[in-house]
């Protein structure tokens, strides 16, 4: 994918510009607060880049899924106040999206000065890439700057559609994540290993096709481990596993890793419980003699023990999906096994955003990885191979 040109590039002057600028600020709420403020503070060092330029800012994000319905619960107004604290600079809250007074509020935006639209999907136009909704979006700004790399694979309205109508930079960190994974497409260091975890290989099919054309050896765990293990005839006991047609796209996919040359690992034991819950009875077993009566919830201490010697070694290493149920603690040792030889690693770590962002967030070791993405859709996307429409909209650098 072609390198966007960035607000750091050459040819834009923002002094005194009216910036239109698309971040995700898509966070959990609780009691009406933000409840994790990751993708704020992700947020602040192109909102403080503009304002340093001289530039004004109308913030626009979505939030939650309201599907063109203006729901109290899904106000950007929690979202307003905490990044307002985080940033130490007022930002007022917009009544709305667009409308006169929205395009008002804009073109008399002065330097240094921040507001805040309402939630963009509050509008229908908005999920439909709808031009007049884009038209009317785009009133009273002179820039445009997209930030929000987690919408980026989102055909809509404030991330492709506005994009054509204002001259159009990547923010700081939209520009960063399409560096470093298209880096693990372009130029990685080897040897490139690949973890992934997460529940069906049918959900991951592209992404594994493309990491076996890329990668020296993919380590599997999670759920769809057990789908692997399936079709290869070995039993799963209780194990979330796919019927057989998932069962053959895993056998489609181990003959593909043989052709392609890649080394796809499947753990040598698993962790098996009784039950999903945190006091249940907890056995380890060899991946091929899973009980008929226990589910498997984790990779074991063998393949946690030989997944970290493969990470040691490793150049590089890209995660998506944790090895086992870790939200309950009893189940969390091969995650946390990855996690840790990853934050030890002397090569280039990548983590793919979703449950395994989460996850490395959770145990507070994310500053110690190259980059954990922000957008877990948009980044599995891009290394698929995919155009994202977000970022195929900006002027390439």
Not at 99 to 115: E, F, K, M, Y
Not at 139 to 162: I, L, P, Q
């Amino acid at each position: 994918m072609a390198r966007p040109q960035s607000i750091t590039d050459p040819g834009v002057d923002y002094s005194n510009a009216r910036v239109l600028l698309r971040s995700d600020l898509n966070a959990p709420l609780a009691d009406g607060a933000v409840a994790d403020d990751s993708r704020l503070l992700a947020s602040i060092p192109t909102i403080r880049h503009l304002l340093d330029a001289g530039a004004g800012i109308g913030i626009c994000s979505h939030l939650g899924r309201p599907r063109g319905e203006k729901l109290d619960e899904l106000s950007l107004a929690p979202v307003a106040k905490r990044l307002s604290t985080l940033l130490g600079e007022p930002i007022e809250l917009c009544d709305d999206v667009v409308g006169p007074a929205i395009a008002n509020a804009a073109a008399r935006l002065g330097s240094g000065q921040v507001i805040m639209l309402e939630n963009v999907r509050f509008e229908a136009g908005e999920e439909a890439n709808d031009a007049a909704f884009a038209d009317e979006l785009a009133k009273g700004f002179t820039h445009y700057v997209n930030d929000a790399f987690g919408a980026a694979h989102r055909a809509h309205a404030s991330t492709e559609a506005v994009a054509r109508r204002l001259p159009s930079r990547a923010g700081l960190l939209l520009a960063r994540e399409v560096e470093v994974l298209g880096g693990l497409l372009e130029k990685p260091e080897r040897p490139f290993v690949a973890v992934l975890g997460g529940s069906k290989v049918s959900d991951k099919l592209p992404l594994i096709e493309s990491l076996l054309e890329q990668c020296d050896r993919v380590l599997v765990g999670g759920a769809m481990c057990f789908t692997f293990l399936a079709a290869l005839g070995d039993p799963v006991g209780r194990s979330l596993h796919e019927d057989e047609a998932g069962q053959q796209m895993a056998r489609e996919l181990l003959d593909l890793a043989v052709r392609r040359n890649c080394m796809l690992q499947l753990p040598a034991d698993i962790l098996c419980a009784d039950d999903f819950s945190a006091d249940a009875r907890l056995e380890v077993v060899p991946s091929d003699a899973i009980p008929d009566d226990m589910m498997g919830v984790d990779i074991g201490p063998q393949a946690a023990g030989s997944y970290r010697e493969v990470i040691d070694s490793a150049r590089t290493v890209f995660w998506n999906g944790p090895m086992g149920a870790f939200e309950i603690p009893p189940f969390a040792a091969g995650t946390h096994a990855v996690a840790e030889a990853m934050a030890e690693s002397d090569g280039a770590t990548v983590v793919g955003g979703g449950d395994s962002g989460a996850a490395v967030v959770q145990m507070g070791m994310a500053d110690r990885f190259t980059h954990v993405s922000t957008g877990g859709g948009a980044a599995l996307e891009m290394l698929e191979g995919k155009a994202l429409p977000g970022v195929a909209a900006l002027p390439s650098a």
